[in-house]
């Protein structure tokens, strides 16, 4: 009549310990990223989709910076990470929704702009690293800097605008 739970499964992974398990789950995260980062050069359509893909992470992980939801340093390093390989994603021939000709009338200009952004997101991971809140982000002020001064010159309005 009586019903008992066992109370021997939940404790077979004890011998493990957290540490053990807590690198597992660490590990399963990196795997996820760089698949979804496999994933994109391959299943995305175009080259447009990818880089706003990549910039709308970026500001994903800058505004979290800014909130201060998560690890700085590792959102900072996720913006670096993606800044420079953003110059790779608008090789010739791509210019689709809002990329303008002049990125590549101009490619001195965009080339300079692209590594101001790359150069600012180092010093934003240097800063994050300290540890210091309004170091961190005073770098995140000059890194937004370095993309809006891009998409001035370089980003042309949503089509339909
Ligand atoms: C060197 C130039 C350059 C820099 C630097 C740059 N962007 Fe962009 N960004 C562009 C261009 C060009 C597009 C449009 C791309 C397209 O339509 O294919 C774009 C698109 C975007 C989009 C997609 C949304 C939309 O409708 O345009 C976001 C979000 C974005 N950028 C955020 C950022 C953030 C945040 C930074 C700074 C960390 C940044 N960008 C730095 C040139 C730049």
Not at 6 to 19: L, T
Not at 33 to 43: D, E, L, M, P, Y
Request: with cysteine; proline share 3%.
């Amino acid at each position: 009549m009586t019903m008992r739970t066992s109370p021997v499964i939940g404790r077979q992974a004890g011998k493990n310990g957290s540490d053990s398990s807590m690198r597992k789950v660490l590990m399963i995260g990196a795997a996820v990223v760089f698949a979804a980062g496999a994933a994109w050069a391959g299943a995305h359509g175009s080259m447009s989709d990818q880089r706003v893909e990549d910039m709308k992470t970026i500001g994903g992980a800058m505004k979290a910076i800014g909130d201060g939801e998560g690890d700085a340093v590792a959102h900072a390093k996720t913006v670096n990470m993606l800044a420079k390989g953003l110059h790779a994603k608008f090789p010739e021939g791509s210019m689709e929704y809002r990329a303008k000709a002049e990125i590549w009338s101009d490619p001195e200009g965009f080339k300079k702009s692209m590594d101001e952004m790359v150069a600012a997101s180092e010093n934003l991971v240097d800063a994050a690293m300290t540890g210091d809140r309004s170091k961190t982000l005073a770098a995140l002020g000059a890194t937004g800097k370095t993309c809006k001064s891009c998409h001035e010159t370089y980003r042309g309005p949503k089509p339909g605008e």
